[in-house]
T-cell receptor
């Protein structure tokens, strides 16, 4: 059974700092991995989708990397801002036929202090 | 485009009552999903649909039913609500099964 772990569970940093959020998964047979952001009381906003054949994906100040063989992904946020404060979730999609199930981690709660 | 919308945003039910949650998407996506999010449990898939007229069970389907009569709508029903169904429910959609999933804003349901 796929398990997704995100460490740390919570992170507090001063504004302007570069930071890395970690995601690990137990079964390396994945098709892709998706990073989401969730603001309090809101839905999930997709940030980046990285295919299993890719090593990294970039969008603005965000960079996601994937090491499928070791079961790890990182989300790098450059020059963090208070508006980046949210919970960040990663989710993996299995590389198995008709299995549509995304397995989510429990998230990292990020607080960026002005 | 509105993306994925959900109604209602909040609801309080008494045990045994029934209700339907509506999800709508205007992106012409084939695949739609219902998740629930609980503290300490993360997001779990309840049911999903791979196209109009189809539905399938996810990870935690018991106590829920779904219908996809129109491509743009995916309904989640609770026939006899239980306190264990107190949760935040999210609908999502994707163009194909391996594409990015887009989520709605959620419905916060409390069952007393």
């Amino acid at each position: 059974k796929q398990e997704v772990t995100q460490i740390p569970a919570a992170l507090s940093v001063p504004e302007g700092e570069n930071l890395v959020l970690n995601c690990s998964f137990t079964d390396s047979a994945i098709y892709n991995l998706q990073w989401f952001r969730q603001d309090p009381g809101k839905g999930l906003t997709s940030l980046l989708l990285i295919q299993s054949s890719q090593r990294e994906q970039t969008s603005g100040r965000l960079n996601a990397s994937l090491d499928k063989s070791s079961g790890r992904s990182t989300l790098y946020i450059a020059a963090s801002q208070p508006g980046d404060s949210a919970t960040y979730l990663c989710a993996v999609r299995p590389d198995l036929g008709s299995n549509y199930k995304l397995t989510f981690g429990k998230g990292t709660l990020l607080t960026v202090n002005p | 485009n509105a993306g994925v919308t959900q109604t209602p945003k909040f609801r309080v039910l008494k045990t045994g009552q029934s209700m339907t949650l509506l999800c709508a998407q205007d992106m012409n996506h084939e695949y739609m999903y219902w998740y629930r999010q609980d503290p300490g449990m993360g997001l779990r898939l309840i049911h999903y649909s791979v196209g109009e007229g189809t539905t399938a069970k996810g990870e935690v389907p018991d106590g829920y039913n779904v219908s996809r009569l129109k491509k743009q709508n995916f309904l989640l029903g609770l026939e006899s609500a239980a306190p264990s169904q107190t949760s935040v429910y999210f609908c999502a959609s994707s163009y194909l099964k391996y594409n990015e999933q887009f989520f709605g804003p959620g419905t916060r349901l409390t069952v007393l």
